[in-house]
Structures are given as C-alpha cells and as structure tokens.
C-alpha cells in the first residue's frame, strides 16, 4: 500500500465524479488522456517516494540553517528538486505559448499533492517558484516573461511570494515597503519582508521575488500597493546573472512543522540598491496578488488535505497490522489480540479520517476543476458563474481542509496511541505541518469575514443562488435514488439552514455585530459542502454497484458509500447549531471586554 | 500579569464555588486557613516562576540524552526540583502520620498545577513520585512504607509507574513481566516496560518503580496482576543504598512534546537479578493500581487545563500588546491600528479558551474536593455518594479537558498567528505538550467505554442518580433566578438528553454496538458536566454582583459572568446532536470493514 496516494480514489474523483473526460475532449487539452495522465502520475509517485518521501523525515530533523553568511540545507533537497525538475514538472500547469505543459488544473493539483503528501518541506519550494511564475504569467509585461519565465518553468530559478511584514500579516494595508523610481524604469526597493517561504537558499540559481510596496505616490491602504519583482540576482538582458542584489537575509523562523523549508525574514535594500521592477500598473498590486489568490488558496486547501492523507494512509496502515486487545464481548484473556483496526474507536478514528480527507480532496479537486472550466468556458455567462462558484468555495477550500485534516492528524497519532507521540512515526510530523494551514494565506477569521461578509452577498447573492443550483443538482439525483433519499433530504435541509442563516445575518445591519461570528458560519458552510461532496461521491459509488453487483472495485464504492453514511450521521447534524448561533446575532464574544478576561 | 496562574480564579475557585472553608474548619485540616493557603502558594508560585518557567523553552529545546551509559539532563532541572524539595512540597498532600504536610488535595492539585503551567518537564517527576508513593501508603505494608516513604516525601528518591509494555498498553491483560519468588520473600523481576517517564536520570539518589507483573501462578489475564517495588539502587534495611539493581535503561522514548522529562524503555532483570518487593497481596496489582487511579486521572486533567492555562494567558498578553488590523467599519487606512484583542475573531478564541480552561479548572478543582470530602466525610453512605460521583466524573475529568484545552493550545497559536507558529514564542509548545493527555493514563477510547459501558450503569445507575441530583441542585438555583432561569432550562435539556441517551443505549443488548459510539457520548457527557461548572460559577459571580453591584471584583465577576453565557450559547447546544446519534446505536463505524478503507 502507498503511504502517500490512493490512486483509485484519484482515479475515482477525477473521472467518475468531476467528468475529467469530458474536459479531455476540449482540444486545450489534446495532449492528455486517460493513459497519459497515468503515465505521468506513475512518474511523480516514483520520484515522490524515491526522493522527497524518502528523506522527509530526516529534513524535519535537520532544518535548514544560518551560520550569518549562508544558509545550508541538506543535500537530499537539492537532489529531490532537480529530479523533480527534470521531469518538467515545474511547467506542467503553464500553458504551451509559455513552454509549459498544459496540463489539466486537476492533474497537475494532483500532480503535486504527490510531492506535498511526501514531503512538505520540499514541494514549498516548487509551489512557491509555481506561484511566483503564475502571476508573471497573468500580470507580467511580455519583456518579463521572455525574460523570468523560461527559467522559473525549467526549475533553474526559484520565485517567492513576499507580501507579509514582522507589522503586517493579516493587515496588507499597512505594508510599509517602500519602492521609488529610479528613473530608468527600474525601482529602489526598501523594506523588511516577513515569513518568506524559500526566502533565502543556495538550490537554485536565481530567486525571483514577487514584492507588495508601496511607489511614494500611492494613497494609503491597499489601493496603494504595487507588484515587484525583484530578483536575488540581478538579471543581464540575455538572462545571464549580474550583481547581487541587496537581499540581507536578517534570520531564519524557526516553526512547530514545516521545518524543511526556509522560512525568511528579509531586509530588502538596506545596505545599497534593491533594484526591482513593476509588474502591471502602479497601485494594481493587490488586485494581481487576488488574479492568483484563489488557485493559491485552493492549494493550500490541497495541502492540508495531503498532509491529512499521510496521516490517514499511515495510521490505517499501522492499524492494520498492531495487535492488542480483544472485542467487548471477548472476556478470555488468553485468546488471541485482535489486530487494533477491530476495535470500534480504531474505526471511528480511521473513519473520520477518511471522511475528512476524501471530503477535503473531493473539494479540492472540484474547485480545481472549477478552474480548468474556467479556461474553456465557450461564453461569457458561464464564465462569470464558474468564477461565481469558484469565489464562494475558495474560502471553503482553504479552510475547511485546514480545520478538519488537521483533526484527522490528531486522530492518526490517537491509532498510534504512545507511539503515534513519539517522532520514530511521521504521524506526529504531519500534526506540526498542518498546523501552520489555519494560518497562512489568510487565516480562518480573514476567510470567515470573505465568505460572510462578501461572498454570500456579492452581486446580490448571485453566488449563493449558484452554489444553491449545483447543490440542488445533486439533492435532486439523490431523492430519486431510494437508498439516497436520506442523504438528498439532509442536504437540502442543512443547506436551507445555511441560506436562512445569511439571510438573518443580512439583515442585521450592524456590520460588527453581523461579522462576529463569521469563522463559525465558515466552519458550518464547509461541513454542508463536504456533505454535498460525499453525496456525490455516494452516488456514483451506488450507480455503479447497482450496475454491476459484482463490481471488482465492490470495496472500493462500499468504503464511499460507508464513509457519506458516516458523515451524515456523525458530521453533518453538528452544523443547525451552529447556523442558529450565528443567526441569532449572538454577540457573547463581541461584548466581551479585555478587563473581564482575567478580571484584572 | 502572571504567565502560569490567575491566583484570583483560583480563590474563586476554591472558596467561593467549592467552598472550601468548610472544609478548613474540619480538624484534618486544623493546620490551614486562608492566610496559610494563599502563603504556601506564595512560595510555589515564586518558585514556579524562578526555577521551571525560566528554563521551559530551553528544556524543551534541550531534551534529555542517553549516551548508553549515562542520562544526561540540565543541570535546572535537578535545581529546579530541589527547591520544590527544600520547600516540602513532594509531602503536600500526605498525612502527617506519614510526614506529609496534610494539605487539602484541592490545595495541593493547585500547587502542583503551578507547576505544571510553568514547566511540564520538570513537573512530572515530581508528579510521578507522589503517584507511587501515593500507591506506597496506599498498599504497602509498615515495614515498607517505614523504608520507602520519608525520602520520597523529601524529594530524594523519585517514583515511577511502570504498567505499559511494548506490546501492552491499553490491554494491561497481556502484561508479561514475571516476578520469580526467590524463597526469602523477595521477587527475581523479568521483562520490558514501555513509556516509563522518570524511568532513569541522575537527579535523585534512587528511584522506586512501582511495577506490574504477573507471578507463576497467576491466572492469565488482569487478575493475573501482582504489584511490586523494585529500586534503582537496592535498599539496605537501614534505608542506606546497596547495589544497583539490574534495570537496564534499553532507550529514551523521543516525544513531540513533554520534551523535558526522561521517557523510558527499561529491561527488567535482563542481565542479572532484579529484585523486588511485593506490594499488597498477590494478584491484586490492578486493584492497588485503580486504589490510585482516580487521582491519578484527575491528575491528567489537571495537567491537560494548566497547559491550556499557559496557552490562554500567553495569548491573552499578546492580544491585549499586538497591533493589527482595525474594526470592520473603519474604512480609513491612516486611522491608528487597534490592538488585535479588539478583534471579534480574537475575542472568540480568547473567550473560547477562557471558557475550556477555566470549565476545565472548575471540573478538576470540584473532583479535588470530592477526594477531600471522602477523607473527611462522617459516614459510609455520604462516602458512598461522593465515592460513585468521583468514580463517574473520573473519565469526563481526565478526557475533556484533554480534548478542549488542547483546542485551547490550537487557538493560542491562532491569536499569535505566524509567531504563534514559531518556535520563538511558547504557544506550540503547549500544543505539542497537550497532545499527550489524550493518550496517558487511558485513551480516550478506553475512558469512553469505562464512562457508557461502566459508570453510568453501575450499581443500577447510582452513579448517575448521584450526579444528576448536584445537577438538579444547581439548576433549581439558576431557575429562581430572571437572569440564570435560562441557563437551568438548557442544563436540564442537556442532562435529560445524556440520561435518555445512556437507557436507549443500556437497552440495546448489542455489547458491540451499545459502545460503537461510547467516545462520541464522552465528549458529550464532558460539556454537560462543564456547562453545570459554568452554570455554578455564574451562580457565584451573579450573587456577588447582585450583592454589591460596585464590587472591586466587578471585571472578574462579570468575565465569569460572560463566559457562561458564551458556553451556553457557543459550545452546550453542540450535545444534543451527539446524544441523538450515539442513542440511535449508530453503526456506520462499527460496521466499516478493513478492505473497504481504501478498497484494495
């Protein structure tokens, strides 16, 4: 059994639930077919196993280090990523006018939660060169791309995302980072940038950061802000390197999980010329952080579900073969212990797991199609109710798998029990890299405040009414299906809760009293979508029992079915409470005052 | 503000919700009043504060380790213990018959939380030490406790309980030590024994380990269990030290947290004699052990909420001096940034953890008390009732605040955000300390069954009777009360649904399925009993206000006062769905089969 993908669940999900056929046909994607996609996957698994699963958890036992002049990584690192490299897979979701692959959203998404399943460490250096690139890609001029992008795609320069400041995480309003002209077209760069992932290392041969600052002409606030790239080598017009370019780096945080990554505070021009250059317009570096943002956090939505993954895979694993104990039932002590995976908690456990990780990558991996829809959407309309979809589920998608993978990690250390606690198994390691998913691009509150405070009423609730349609969709098949009318019924049930629920909220009128509890509409939201996921799942895996009883997949659609039985039942009914909280306005938290915490 | 204690709760606590004066003014506790109590915790939070908390992160940073000869382990700790030592604190809770400071075990379980919040590295030798000497003037005879007690009590012999083996760990049935009679009263000791924390170190000049093993002619099974004691260093009669003993340190369990204390595998008796002594009567080690258990477990759970504690007023000190963000309505990105406690989201997680730790603290203090009453109470049927309320909040009180004030250390980081997430501030190592409460001492699972399959049915559900009566009590209260009445209502809504819960589920025959879901009725169990907590201190706080509406405890009071109302809004309504499934006997778990997890 692989330790680090179910390929028959990838399988499942992306061609029996989410039609990637159908995509397939679409002439975009005329390199790509079932075969293909397998081929290829067959090489990342190898590669993912060989060089990143491999060493993972040696890497979080000898992070990165700074000695003050360079930073050394251990060797394995380098090795992985120029495999990886090698294998083009920088490029797989970039479009071919770009020397990328083209690759399907969906396969590639999958593609990578490979290599994060593995070994997070290392897969944040890719992603992050990923992100980088794909925002040059959408905003860049096409002198920059000519330029950054046939190296980033090759995996010969890495990219950086540098937006946060040690006094500006959450609040990129007040991004201090200060870029002046010149007068060359270039800019001066000046400024200190906080939990910069791949900041700083000695892997590849240039670093491109994409920089958030401030031209000394922008208003205040967001509206302010500028896109930058700013390379750790200056860049000659042929693309050979020149110079360094003034990028102290002033330490490395030392983090609970994600230990393989460098993870940087940067001084940017503070001992002579940080030269950069603007990507798009001036004052427009939000909006093209935001052209990225919803790819950026369904990924890290993926992330938290691979890491959940590696949890469930291992623990399952580990259950099966652990003897101890016996049945309730069994009171002789001298018959034989029964393998842990008997018991009924050691299943609740498995279970959840399972609900929560599948659930969370059945999202994932519909929102990434959402994406690839996107790029071949024939008009206009749907087009714009793709992107409706899309916008209301991205809060969704990055957080609802941060939350519940990570509980799903707790539960894989509970299989394991004393064991599961120490660092001789990788469970506890996944536990300390989930943690960090509630966190980074943008935390729970920031996603709860999108989805309530905007999401649900943009353009009038014209997102909602689109969730509502694929949502019916799905509750519709099901009520017609005799083993699934329950399901329909609780869904259509939850999901009146959920509309009811903004509904009330709407009208409140007061925004702070309205906002107060948005994480916990956002956790509630995400427990009807999942349960719409596994719906769907159900009913494919009862479709294609019914057609064939015998099916030589019978465990495989038995295990979905069992899992959506399960979070109907053990899931799903926790979320009226919460929607009636938050319609009730309650305001127990917001009136509390700081003097009454600890009454001094 | 102090980092490990709010001392103001915990007079709250003690004397105005568990009245402990009245107590006091029982002739056991003749030596102790107010002034006397709040001295001696003086002098442990001094202490606390001087010698565990200033070296915690280092500790944590710094583990133990064994080089195959020797432990090594920082020269603070043993500092650190010694001063507990010289300040009496190992004898806290003993008799003085036996030398003990006769404390009231409420009193003590505060002292040593002080402890624990500062620095659970260090704490848990101690903490260990008293357990087994504590199991010693339980079980042993007086020649043994003559021998054994007056250095444990001083601090210069440490304890360890040693029941777990590597193949044995929630099954204590399938424990195989053998303990050999060699003819002149003492016992040849063979076997492993897992997860012994303080198993080897340097500190103490001996180390008594009180040892589960089986004798040739046990019976298979737990009533095949015998208890012994077996000494690092074998004892002359003079209680001068003899030879070593034959324990062989095999490795140190390396954990993801509770980094700071040694953590065991030792071979007993491997390359020559070890020699122990019999502890009570043959095969009756389990039942010596479960002599013990109750404090032992409440023990855990008071140990789960101090790290939770640590968590909470860390986060607190950071939200009340971090600046971020601004209120929802203000649209000026210039106007000054607001300290990030104003926040509603920051709120809710301060307010959730204030109300797990603090609903913990109650919970633990209150069982405390229970103990105490026993030593005191006047006749066997008041014993009796305290004996069976005891007996049936020892799982909720060793497994809720295991769970909740672990999400407590989640949210901890969550305030601090990416800080939080770094090894640079404490929060996630609280987190990673806390993780383990869920698996020491009985696992979740293990307390679940105990709880539905044991506790709620013994005697014909006397236990229940007994608790649903203080319930009832506390309810009636809040009833006569305009401003409490709905809070009665809930708390009487939400034990109907637990006891209602517990018949269908006593009804079911079904051993396997009547406990399919018993972990899922704990955690259930677990915020009925918390929200009685609350309830009973609101009741208090209410009074008081009541009383002297300009009370200089305002804040305080109004806190408790805020913090109920939140965990009868937020957190209780979350029982009833749980109540609903585990009293539907639900099997989607029970019933999953191994192949279907992942279909091959």
Same mark, same amino acid.
């Given at each position: 059994?692989?330790?680090? @993908?179910?390929?028959?669940?990838?399988?499942?999900?992306?061609?029996?639930?989410?039609?990637?056929?159908?995509?397939?046909?679409?002439?975009?994607?005329?390199?790509?077919?079932?075969?293909?996609?397998?081929?290829?996957?067959?090489?990342?698994?190898?590669?993912?196993?060989?060089?990143?699963?491999?060493?993972?958890? &040696?890497?979080? &036992?000898?992070?990165?280090?700074?000695?003050?002049?360079?930073?050394?990584?251990?060797?394995?690192?380098?090795?992985?990523?120029?495999?990886?490299?090698? #294998?083009?897979?920088?490029? $797989?979701?970039?479009?071919?006018?770009?020397?990328?692959?083209?690759?399907?959203?969906?396969?590639?998404?999958?593609?990578?939660?490979?290599?994060?399943?593995?070994?997070?460490?290392?897969?944040?250096?890719?992603?992050?060169?990923?992100?980088? #690139?794909?925002?040059?890609?959408?905003?860049?001029?096409?002198?920059?791309?000519?330029?950054?992008?046939?190296?980033?795609?090759?995996?010969?320069?890495?990219?950086?995302?540098?937006?946060?400041?040690?006094?500006?995480?959450?609040?990129?309003?007040?991004?201090?980072? +200060?870029?002046?002209?010149?007068?060359?077209?270039?800019?001066?760069?000046?400024?200190? +940038?906080?939990?910069?992932?791949?900041?700083?290392?000695?892997?590849?041969?240039?670093?491109?950061?994409?920089?958030? #600052?401030?031209?000394?002409?922008?208003?205040?606030?967001? +509206?302010?802000?500028?896109?930058?790239?700013?390379?750790?080598?200056?860049?000659?017009?042929?693309?050979?390197?020149?110079?360094?370019?003034?990028?102290?780096?002033?330490?490395?945080? %030392?983090?609970?999980?994600?230990?393989?990554?460098?993870?940087?505070?940067?001084?940017?021009?503070?001992?002579?010329?940080?030269?950069?250059?603007?990507?798009?317009?001036?004052?427009?570096?939000?909006?093209?952080?935001?052209?990225?943002?919803?790819?950026?956090?369904?990924? @890290?939505?993926?992330?938290?579900?691979?890491?959940?993954?590696?949890?469930?895979?291992?623990?399952?694993?580990?259950?099966?073969?652990?003897?101890?104990?016996? %049945?309730?039932?069994?009171?002789?002590?001298?018959?034989?212990?029964?393998?842990?995976?008997? %018991?009924?908690?050691?299943?609740?456990?498995?279970?959840?797991?399972?609900?929560?990780?599948?659930?969370?990558?059945?999202?994932?991996?519909?929102?990434?199609?959402?994406?690839?829809?996107?790029?071949?959407?024939?008009?206009?309309?749907?087009?714009? =109710?793709?992107?409706?979809?899309?916008?209301?589920?991205?809060?969704?998608?990055?957080?609802?798998?941060?939350?519940?993978?990570?509980?799903?990690? +707790?539960?894989?250390?509970?299989?394991?029990?004393?064991?599961?606690?120490?660092?001789?198994?990788? @469970?506890?390691?996944?536990?300390?890299?989930? =943690?960090?998913?509630?966190?980074?691009?943008?935390?729970?509150?920031?996603?709860?405040?999108?989805?309530?405070?905007?999401?649900?009423?943009?353009?009038?609730?014209?997102?909602?009414?689109?969730?509502?349609?694929?949502?019916?969709?799905?509750?519709?098949?099901?009520?017609?299906?005799?083993?699934?009318?329950?399901?329909?019924?609780?869904?259509?049930?939850?999901?009146?809760?959920?509309?009811?629920?903004?509904?009330?909220?709407?009208?409140?009128?007061?925004?702070?009293?309205?906002?107060?509890?948005?994480? @916990?509409?956002?956790?509630?939201?995400?427990?009807?979508?999942?349960?719409?996921?596994?719906?769907?799942?159900?009913?494919? $895996?009862?479709?294609?029992?019914?057609?064939?009883?015998?099916?030589?997949?019978?465990?495989?659609?038995?295990?979905?079915?069992?899992?959506?039985?399960?979070?109907? #039942?053990?899931?799903?009914?926790?979320?009226?409470?919460?929607?009636?909280?938050?319609?009730?306005?309650?305001?127990?938290?917001?009136?509390?005052?700081?003097?009454?915490?600890?009454? =001094?």
């Amino acid at each position: 059994m692989s330790m680090i @993908v179910n390929r028959r669940d990838l399988d499942f999900l992306m061609y029996e639930v989410m039609d990637l056929d159908r995509l397939l046909a679409h002439p975009r994607y005329q390199d790509y077919d079932r075969d293909v996609i397998s081929a290829v996957l067959d090489t990342a698994e190898n590669i993912a196993e060989d060089k990143f699963l491999s060493c993972a958890a &040696a890497l979080d &036992a000898h992070e990165p280090t700074f000695d003050g002049q360079k930073v050394r990584i251990m060797p394995e690192v380098k090795q992985a990523l120029d495999t990886y490299a090698e #294998a083009g897979f920088f490029a $797989a979701a970039f479009d071919q006018t770009l020397g990328g692959l083209q690759m399907p959203f969906m396969v590639s998404s999958a593609l990578g939660g490979l290599f994060t399943c593995a070994n997070v460490g290392i897969a944040s250096y890719f992603f992050l060169t990923q992100a980088a #690139a794909n925002m040059l890609a959408a905003c860049g001029s096409p002198a920059q791309k000519a330029l950054y992008l046939p190296p980033m795609l090759a995996g010969r320069w890495y990219g950086t995302m540098c937006l946060s400041e040690p006094q500006a995480g959450s609040s990129l309003s007040d991004i201090r980072t +200060k870029a002046t002209p010149v007068g060359d077209g270039r800019y001066r760069i000046e400024g200190s +940038k906080m939990w910069i992932s791949g900041g700083e290392q000695e892997i590849s041969d240039n670093i491109i950061h994409m920089v958030l #600052a401030r031209l000394p002409d922008g208003p205040p606030g967001v +509206k302010g802000l500028s896109l930058f790239l700013v390379p750790k080598f200056r860049v000659n017009a042929d693309g050979s390197l020149g110079a360094k370019n003034n990028i102290a780096l002033a330490g490395l945080n %030392h983090k609970m999980g994600h230990r393989g990554t460098t993870n940087c505070l940067l001084n940017f021009g503070e001992q002579g010329d940080c030269f950069a250059e603007l990507v798009g317009e001036p004052h427009q570096g939000l909006a093209a952080m935001f052209h990225m943002m919803n790819e950026a956090r369904v990924g @890290v939505g993926h992330g938290a579900v691979m890491s959940g993954l590696a949890g469930y895979l291992y623990s399952l694993d580990y259950a099966r073969n652990r003897p101890q104990g016996r %049945h309730p039932h069994e009171k002789d002590p001298t018959s034989p212990q029964v393998m842990i995976i008997e %018991h009924a908690d050691v299943k609740r456990l498995l279970m959840a797991q399972k609900a929560y990780v599948e659930g969370g990558l059945a999202l994932v991996t519909y929102c990434a199609g959402l994406i690839d829809q996107q790029a071949v959407a024939e008009d206009q309309i749907e087009r714009q =109710r793709l992107s409706l979809l899309l916008e209301i589920l991205t809060p969704v998608a990055k957080s609802w798998p941060a939350e519940y993978c990570l509980e799903a990690n +707790k539960y894989a250390i509970q299989v394991l029990g004393g064991y599961g606690y120490t660092r001789d198994y990788p @469970v506890e390691r996944f536990y300390r890299d989930n =943690r960090l998913n509630h966190i980074h691009e943008g935390t729970h509150a920031i996603h709860g405040l999108d989805l309530l405070g905007r999401k649900v009423r943009m353009q009038d609730g014209a997102a909602l009414a689109v969730l509502e349609a694929e949502i019916k969709k799905t509750a519709v098949e099901a009520l017609e299906r005799l083993d699934m009318v329950g399901y329909g019924e609780d869904l259509c049930r939850a999901f009146a809760a959920l509309k009811d629920c903004a509904r009330a909220v709407g009208r409140a009128g007061d925004m702070n009293r309205m906002l107060a509890n948005a994480t @916990v509409y956002l956790d509630a939201f995400g427990h009807v979508v999942v349960a719409w996921m596994w719906l769907r799942q159900a009913l494919v $895996a009862g479709a294609a029992l019914a057609e064939q009883p015998d099916h030589p997949d019978e465990d495989f659609y038995r295990g979905k079915l069992a899992a959506c039985r399960y979070f109907y #039942a053990h899931e799903l009914p926790s979320v009226h409470a919460k929607f009636t909280l938050v319609a009730s306005l309650d305001d127990s938290c917001l009136t509390m005052q700081d003097s009454w915490f600890t009454g =001094r």
